[in-house]
Structure formats: structure tokens, C-alpha cells
């Protein structure tokens, strides 16, 4: 176990719907990553945030959105759904952004029909 | 374009033997490479790293090897356990280890037979 909380593990929608997935991070870890997986991808950055702000911009799209709340949970929004967006999504924190090591949630599927 | 590349993507050894896992990379700035592994319906899970100034990390069973000529870095895993079986991802990053700058490749599935 990680620490690291993913909801939903799994989610079934169509296409042009909206969906949220949520990610509470470990103890004490400020940072919050997300991560999309497609079918035989690696693990593509989507963004970071720091103690609430937005620290860095991966290959995220436009109608994609993301927040880090007072709390330090985050959520992923992803809007106006294609079936391409069909992935597994990873939330991961980390204790100290300059080591590399990522503690990584158990993921989201998504399922875009 | 791939910067972190993994072309096997699997791998099938039998326990006690030796496993090697291989990850090229194209960016010369890549200064920090980790390996996580991944078993199903988890997330990965961090496993050893190495910076650039070094060629190789040893952690117990698992060793890292790091060919900066060759821009090719492998994980080394003696003796094999069944337990090892889940995908190996490597990464690297372009800034002493910044997570937020990792790339990934796509994965190598290793199966340790018994």
C-alpha cells in the first residue's frame, strides 16, 4: 500500500460526457502528479501541483483540468470525452519533488464508449 | 518521439537464472534514471536509481547499469523470483532526479518461471 488513494478504480462513460477522478496523496506529501497510460504507453505526464499550486504542464489536453484543494487532495477533471481518453489514470505524490521517487496510486480505469 | 525507449516488451526467465531488463534513451541530458516495477491492478512502485555520474547502483538482488556512450542503461536482477514477475518501467530525468520532468518508456513484462 502506497498511500496514495484513487477513486474510482474503475468508471464506464460514453462519449462527450464529463467524469472526475480524485486522488488523495500520502502523509505530508505536498506534491500531487497525474499520469495517463494508454494501451502500450508508457506512463505520460499530465501536470504536478504544489501545495495547491499548478508547478508543472505535461502533455495534458485543453479539455482536460486538474486542482489541488486546501486539503492537498486533487482532483482530474477530463470533459468532452473521445474514446481515445480510454486509459488508466495514476495519481502519485512524492515527500521531496527533486528525487524522483514516486509513490503512485492504484489507478483509475477509464472506459470511454 | 520515444526519449526513453524499452524494445522488449517482455521477457521470460527461469527462476534462480538471471534477468535483464534494457532501456535506451536519445536526450543526453538525462542526468537521473530510476526503474520502477509494477505488478497488476497496482500502481508502480519505485525500485532503484541511478545518477549519471555513477555506473553502477546496487541494491541487494536488483543492480542498475548505466552506458552513457551507448545512452543504454539495464537492470540486473539475480537470482530470479517468481515474485519479480510485473512490468519494469524505466525513467529518466533531465534534472538530477525532478519528478516532474520523468519519462517513461513503455514497460518490459517479466515473467520468472518456476
Known amino acids: 500500500d502506497s498511500g496514495v488513494t484513487q477513486t474510482p478504480k474503475h468508471l464506464i462513460t460514453a462519449t462527450g460526457q464529463r467524469v472526475t477522478l480524485r486522488c488523495s496523496p500520502r502523509?505530508?506529501?505536498?506534491?500531487v502528479y497525474w499520469y495517463q497510460q494508454s494501451l502500450d504507453q508508457g506512463l505520460q505526464f499530465l501536470i504536478q501541483y504544489y501545495n495547491g499550486e499548478e508547478r508543472a504542464k505535461g502533455n495534458i489536453l485543453e479539455r482536460f483540468s486538474a486542482q489541488q484543494f486546501p486539503d492537498l487532495h486533487s482532483e482530474l477533471n477530463l470533459s468532452s470525452l473521445e474514446l481515445g481518453d480510454s486509459a488508466l489514470y495514476f495519481c502519485a505524490s512524492s515527500p521531496n519533488p527533486g528525487t524522483g521517487e514516486l509513490f503512485f496510486g492504484e489507478g483509475s480505469r477509464l472506459t470511454v464508449l | 518521439d520515444q526519449q526513453v525507449k524499452q524494445n522488449s516488451p517482455s521477457l521470460s526467465v527461469q527462476e534462480g537464472r538471471i534477468s535483464i531488463l534494457n532501456c535506451d534513451y536519445t536526450n543526453s541530458m538525462f542526468d537521473y534514471f530510476l526503474w520502477y516495477k509494477k505488478y497488476p491492478a497496482e500502481g508502480p512502485t519505485f525500485l532503484i536509481s541511478i545518477s549519471s555520474i555513477k555506473d553502477k547502483n546496487e541494491d541487494g538482488r536488483f543492480t542498475v547499469f548505466l552506458n552513457k556512450s551507448a545512452k543504454h542503461l539495464s537492470l540486473h536482477i539475480v537470482p530470479s523470483q517468481p515474485g519479480d514477475s510485473a512490468v519494469y518501467f524505466c525513467?529518466?530525468?533531465?534534472?538530477?532526479?525532478?519528478?516532474?520532468?520523468?519519462?517513461f518508456g513503455t514497460g518490459t513484462l517479466l515473467a520468472v518461471q518456476p
Open positions: 525513467a529518466a530525468s533531465p534534472y538530477g532526479g525532478a519528478t516532474n520532468k520523468l519519462i
Open positions: 502523509s505530508g506529501d505536498l506534491s
